[in-house]
Structures are given as C-alpha cells and as structure tokens.
C-alpha cells in the first residue's frame, strides 16, 4: 500500500447541514482512498484510474485531498501511457498542496518524481533531472530516494556526467544502510559502467558491469532481462576495451547473436536518421540503443545505452528508434528477448543528408533582428550544459536592463530553447516568449517560424513523435500569416514532410512537391533545393531512377548518389573467405549482420565504409566493414575518373551453417 489517506473532521463535514441530510454513500471516502491505492499497486491500471476519478469527484469540494488525488491519478495516467494528462494532473496537484503543510511532503515528492518519470521516458533527459532534483529533497525512505537517484544517474550520463558522481556517492552509501535486492544493486552497478563509459573509461566500466552481473548471480544458463541487460553492458564495455574474447562469453550469455528463424532482420521500417538536419548529427556519431517491440509492431520504448558523440547524439538516436515498426505478424515471431531488451549499434546516413531547416530560420531571424538594430551577442564557447547558466544569467540581466518585452531578448531567448541542455518544458517557455516579443514587434513570418517551431516541437511530452508533430503542424498551412509567404509555407512543408518521409512518402512527396514548383522561390533557394533533395532520396527509395536523376539535377548539386544512376554498381569480386567470419563470435555460436554504407570509385573500390546499424553491437561491426573494403565493384565511366558514386548500401549476414 502506498498510504494511509487521513482526512479529519474538517472534510467529513465539507458540504454542511444539507449535505447530512443526503443519503449517506455505502463507502467512506477512506474506504475509497485505500480501494484506489490497492488498485494502483495491481495490474488493472484502468480500474485504478476509474477508482481516482470517481474519488476526485467526491472529494472535489475540499482543496487539499483533491490535491493529493490529483498526484495519486498522474502516476496511474502515466502507467496507461497518458503523459501529458499525467503531467496536467502532476502540475495541477502540486499548485494545491499547500507549501506550508510539511505533512504532504511525500505527496509532493511523488508529483515531481512522476513528471520526472514522464520527462525520461519521452526522453527529455535535460527535463527530467530538474523533477529528480526537486524530488530528492523530499524523500524520506531509502527506497523512494535510491527510485530519484537511479534517475538522476541515469539521466545525468547523456546530459551532464560530470555531475553524476554525487549521486553515486549517495546510492553507495543508502545501499549499504539497508539490505537491498539484489537487482536493485546491479542497476546501479550497470548505471555506473553506463557513466565510465560515457567518459571512455571502459576497462573500470567493464569491471563494474561484471560487478552487475555477480550480483544477478553471474553467468548462468538462467536469464531474464535484468541478467541479459547487465551481460550485454559488461560485452561492450570489454569489447570497446579490446578485450574481444572474454567480451564474446558475457554477449553469449545474454541470448543475443541467436537469430532463430532468422526473424530479426533489418528492413525498410528500421533506418536510421539522415546526418545533419536539426538533430546535428555527425557520421562519427555512433550509439548503442536499447528497444522494445509492442504486439502490435511499433517500437513502444527505446534508451540510449552508449553513445561515441555525446547525450545528444544518443538521444537523437533513441528518439529515430521510436518510429521504427514490423507488422503484427513479424512481432508475434519475434523471440521475447527481441521484443522486450534487443540492441542495435547506430550510425547516422549520409545518403541523402538534409539540410537543417533550422539553421536557415535562424539565420532569417538574425538578419531581421539586426535590421531591427538589435545587436546578436557574440556565442558562448563550451559544451550546452556549461554555457546554459551564463545564457540564463544574461537573460535575467537583460530583463532588468530593458523589461520582459524587449526584443533584445529574443536572441537569448533562442539561445536557451536550442540549447541541448534546456528540458522540453524550458524549451517551451523560452519560445513561447520569443513569439510573443516577435510578434508583438511584427516580426516577418520567417523570423517568427523560427521561434514558432521550437514551439510545437516542445508543446507535449511526445510532440517530437512523427504523428504527433504531424497533427499539430499541418494545420498551420492554412493559417494567412504563414501561408501567404512563400519562404515560411514552404518551410513549415518541409518541416511536416521530414517527420512522413519514412512512413508515408506519398504525402510526404505532395509536400515536397509543392516547395519544389513554387515559382514564389528561386531556383536556387535553399527551402526548393532542400525539397528536390528529399523528392529525389523518395524516387531512388521506390526505383524511379530517373525521376530522382531529374529532381536532383534541378538542385544545382554535385548528383554523385549512387541511388541515382541507371545501373548502380554490383559486386563482382566479393573476396569472402572463411576467414571473414570472426572467430570468437564462431566460437560462442554468434550470429549477426551489419547495414553498412560507403562510397564507390570510378574504377570499383569500395571507399569511406561504415555500419550504420549492426546487430549485435560491435560483435560484427569491424569484419562487416572489412568485407565490403575487399569487394570490387562494377566501374562506371567518369570523365573527371573521380568517385563513381556515394551513399551506397549493402548488408552483411554472417551466419553458422548447420
């Protein structure tokens, strides 16, 4: 039971005289309080959250019970997958619970720790921390503070390491007063070579990952998820540490490199997202994500497990996993350890990279700010967790010195929204303020769309997600200040087209269309040439060679893909020999494959090879790479004799015959 729900004379007589002269209910309202609780503790989370809303109703005269109702319910919302009712419901107890009564602290601690649950599993680690922090000081038990402080590890590896130790220093110390379980003590242990692994320390990692694994009960023919999560942590940890065969044995035990019915395969529905666009990443980008497969196909969950490039990157490919989906029938084959904890390594695409529609808002909004006389400040230097508090501090100088409403604001105001630091929900504050100042200062549609994307990108918990962002912004085409300008209108199609390219390229192609014949725009905007780009990454995905030959010829671009040629180049000389197949991944019986994509000169060799998904992590990834670099290609005549083409793909399939 979660607690006792005490309410005293003052809310048993709320109503007065009349009320004593209804019907007194069959239950007291106790009686429902503790019915409610017993049913969040279950499984019928529904049951849970009718018997809340039926007590919020009761009780909805008295300010203080109907507070803690109020939390109580967020975290069942949050159990069903309602997030954003969840936070409402979070926000709107915590503004009741008067400040004063100390004797609600756990209530209050359990509001912010759930908008911090909601915040890390829409991946708003940045948000997240600021709920954890809150919540911690309010903790009175061990377990509710170690709860706090496994999410404030957890998030602070992908936004701040650096501030994580303390927190590590208070889990050790809490897990040595009391006798925990001992998957408690291995989740932390596996956070900690999640941290050192994040700082390139990977031996210490691995040696803490181990510790995760003795806890479990060390490597045995018995695994669930918390056994195989901690034997995947400890392989990649050895094997970033060059430790290969003994990294082979913990990835062995966790069920991993096993394809039966080879039902785990790569397709069409798992790609990865384009380098560049706003997410600024980088083809030295690499991370490791963790996923889960719901019965109906959709990838229902997913978390950055590593990342070589930093948290942002990590997390931006976390959030491209989510968009990922097999059809229900492929689902059901899929074995429990796919559906629930699978892994993959990723890389960003360079096929078709997309130039960030962001960056070209913002440079709008710069040289309208400046026609305004508003001198942009010079950028801060350092990492976005560093330079964050001096972005704040500026603001609050700048407020003082010129009142809430100056346009010499906005910048800064910007500056704390993009930052990769900032939660959603300063995000959101930021901009919403910077459309307000905009507009009040009537800004061009342009330098206002730039401010007015940061909002719809961060309106609710998951407004990030394909469909959802889809629904919010669409309409916008139909509002006169935007679609009556032919940069901003094409902007916002191009922003909706990137969130359905991967999942309904027709509608997406009506978008792209539509900025593609915009005679509004030059021939050479930036908004037309970004469309044509996408126009011709959709033609070369469904074979229309020469429709995607055409629409990038239009870009005025160097049409070097290799997804644009009649006749892309084949192997002709794989050069595969037995001894391609790794020999420690033979010897434990592994199975795997790599997604690699390279360039191919003129003349048939294979060049800049890289996995841009390999399963499992870089079990396969280096002799993947290593057999395309011994390919040969068919040649393609070029007169210059420089590359033949860019951005192939081939996947490799190392398999054990039987």
């Not at 107890?93 to 720790?113: K, V």
């Not at 911090?116 to 377990?143: F, H, K, M």
């Not at 307000?436 to 407004?463: C, F, H, M, Q």
């Amino acid at each position: 039971m979660r607690g006792r729900f005490l309410f005293g004379a003052a809310l048993m007589s709320a109503g007065g005289v009349a009320a004593a002269a209804q019907q007194q209910p069959e239950t007291t309202v106790q009686q429902d309080f503790d019915r409610a609780t017993q049913l969040s503790d279950g499984t019928d989370k529904v049951a849970a959250l009718a018997a809340w809303q039926a007590l919020e109703r009761r009780i909805s005269a008295n300010k203080r019970s109907h507070a803690i109702v109020l939390v109580r319910k967020s975290e069942v919302l949050f159990d069903l997958g309602h997030k954003d009712d969840a936070i409402a419901a979070a926000k709107a107890g915590l503004a009741d619970l008067p400040e004063t009564d100390h004797t609600l602290d756990n209530d209050r601690m359990r509001a912010e720790r759930n908008l911090g649950g909601v915040a890390e599993s829409s991946l708003d680690y940045a948000g997240a921390a600021v709920y954890y922090r809150r919540a911690l000081p309010l903790a009175a038990t061990p377990v509710d503070k170690l709860a706090i402080l496994r999410g404030l590890i957890q998030t602070g590896i992908f936004t701040d390491p650096a501030t994580v130790e303390p927190e590590f220093g208070q889990a050790d110390t809490l897990l040595g007063q009391i006798k925990a379980d001992r998957t408690v003590k291995a989740m932390f242990a596996r956070l900690r070579d999640q941290w050192l692994m994040a700082q390139g320390k990977y031996d210490a990692a691995a040696k803490a990952a181990k510790g995760a694994v003795e806890d479990l009960g060390g490597l045995t023919v018995l695994t669930d998820i918390n056994d195989a999560a901690a034997r995947s942590d400890t392989a990649i940890a050895l094997l970033l540490a060059g430790q290969s065969d003994e990294a082979r044995k913990y990835m062995a035990y966790t069920g991993a490199g096993q394809l039966p019915g080879n039902e785990f395969d790569p397709g069409a529905e798992m790609t990865v997202p384009p380098c560049g666009g706003d997410s600024g990443l980088r083809p030295q980008d690499a991370a490791v994500v963790q996923f889960s497969v719901g019965d109906d196909g959709r990838v229902i969950d997913s978390q950055p497990v590593y990342a070589a490039g930093g948290g942002a990157a990590a997390l931006a490919f976390a959030k491209a996993a989510r968009d990922w989906s097999w059809t229900p029938e492929q689902a059901k084959k899929l074995p429990p350890f796919f559906r629930y904890s699978a892994r993959v390594e990723l890389r960003c695409s360079t096929a078709f990279e997309r130039p960030s529609i962001g960056s070209y808002l913002d440079q709008d909004l710069g040289a309208w700010l400046i026609a305004k006389g508003v001198e942009l400040p010079p950028p801060l230097t350092g990492s976005d967790i560093a330079v964050l508090p001096h972005l704040r501090e500026r603001l609050a100088a700048q407020q003082t010195a010129q009142g809430n409403g100056a346009l010499v604001l906005v910048p800064t105001l910007m500056a704390i929204a993009e930052n990769a630091a900032s939660g959603r929900e300063e995000m959101h504050t930021m901009a919403v303020r910077a459309v307000a100042i905009l507009t009040a200062n009537g800004a061009t549609p342009v330098a206002r769309l730039a401010a007015e994307a940061l909002v719809w990108i961060s309106a609710d918990a998951e407004s990030w997600r394909a469909a959802d962002y889809v629904r919010a912004v669409q309409p916008r085409l139909e509002d006169p200040f935007y679609a009556t300008d032919p940069e901003a209108r094409s902007a916002i199609r191009l922003m909706v087209a990137d969130r359905l390219l991967d999942h309904a390229s027709d509608r997406a192609r009506i978008l792209l269309q539509q900025v593609a014949d915009d005679n509004s725009l030059a021939a050479n905007d930036p908004l037309k040439v970004g469309a044509l780009v996408r126009l011709a990454s959709i033609d070369a995905a469904d074979g229309h060679v020469d429709q995607a030959r055409a629409a990038f010829e239009k870009t005025g671009l160097s049409a070097d893909q290799c997804a644009l040629l009649d006749a892309q180049p084949h192997i002709v000389s794989s050069n595969v020999g037995s001894g391609s197949f790794p020999q420690e991944a033979r010897r434990w019986g592994f199975e795997g494959w790599t997604q690699l994509q390279f360039d191919v000169t003129a003349d048939g060799h294979p060049k800049n090879v890289r996995a841009i998904v390999s399963y499992p992590p870089f079990v396969f990834t280096a002799a993947g790479t290593n057999v395309l670099e011994r390919a040969r290609f068919s040649k393609s005549y070029r007169p210059d004799g420089d590359l033949g083409c860019g951005g192939d793909t081939q996947r490799v399939k190392f398999q054990i015959q039987s």
